[in-house]
């Protein structure tokens, strides 16, 4: 079992932060993160591009290649792989383990659980080493109707660990959890949904942060130059210093 595996399955369950650039995931990683993961609409709004349209391939690569080597573990959000191919996703799965990550995201949309699960396989058999994350988006564009059936067939193609965004009730993770026999689920944590202490205790083992961090980033650059503008003071509070983020850089 690979060290990015392991975090799934320790006394804690992996919280994962997402980030958008080399700064956001070096200062993560220098506040105790042990793995970092990727955000697909930080990448895409950062390049001007639609997120969740499969657009965002290369500068996807051109990230991990940034973050690849950095001291922490690297997860990569990849949409939908980026492609109906599950050849060309395989594809493009190994190039980002010989990049370096350590797990891939891969998100079935409203696309067929049957083509998901040939892309899981397909990536399984080219990137061995690499831990797929297989997303079902059944609660986040849906009700959740279907959620286990296609669960269950990511898990017999064997994706390592499974997502289900979107979902926040307390009862409806605990069954899940129950079902997946062992397998770790990923969920992605709301603010007006289940604290990190309640959801490990229904068992999840993954928490995701998503484009949150992303999102609160952006906010905090429009407050804090609408509140200049204003005339308002703006207190240091937790803003890193010139040199703690100048130094990311060498």
């Given at each position: 079992m690979t060290a990015f595996a392991d975090l799934?399955?320790?006394d804690e369950p992996l919280l994962l932060p997402n980030a958008w650039d080399h700064a956001?995931?070096?200062l993560l990683a220098a506040h105790g993160f042990?793995?970092?993961?990727?955000?697909?609409?930080?990448?895409?709004?950062?390049?001007g591009l639609p997120d969740g349209a499969a657009a965002t391939r290369e500068e996807t690569l051109r990230l991990a290649l940034t973050l690849g080597s950095g001291p922490f573990l690297l997860s990569v959000d990849a949409e939908g792989g980026f492609s109906d191919d599950p050849d060309e996703v395989a594809e493009f799965a190994r190039?980002?383990?010989?990049l370096g990550a350590a797990g891939i995201n891969l998100e079935?949309?409203?696309?067929?659980?049957d083509r998901h699960a040939a892309k899981i396989?397909?990536?399984?058999?080219?990137?061995?080493g690499l831990f797929v994350n297989a997303r079902t988006?059944?609660?986040?564009?849906?009700?959740?109707?279907?959620?286990?059936?296609?669960?269950?067939?990511?898990v017999r193609a064997g994706a390592h660990g499974v997502f289900v965004p979107g979902l926040t009730g307390p009862r409806e993770i605990a069954a899940l959890v129950r079902g997946l026999d062992g397998v770790p689920l990923n969920i992605l944590y709301s603010p007006t949904g289940p604290s990190v202490p309640h959801l490990t205790d229904l068992g999840v083992r993954r928490i995701s942060l998503g484009s949150l961090l992303y999102r609160r980033a952006l906010?905090?650059?429009?407050?804090?130059?609408?509140?200049?503008?204003?005339?308002?003071?703006?207190?240091?509070?937790?803003?890193?210093?010139?040199?703690?983020i100048g130094a990311l850089g060498r």
């Open positions: 799934h399955h320790a956001s995931a070096h042990r793995a970092v993961g990727t955000t697909s609409l930080g990448v895409a709004a950062a390049a190039e980002l383990y010989a079935d949309g409203p696309g067929p659980a396989a397909a990536v399984r058999a080219a990137a061995p988006d059944t609660y986040w564009l849906g009700d959740g109707e279907d959620t286990v059936r296609r669960l269950d067939a990511y906010g905090a650059a429009v407050d804090t130059a609408a509140g200049i503008r204003s005339g308002h003071r703006i207190p240091e509070g937790t803003t890193p210093a010139y040199e703690e």
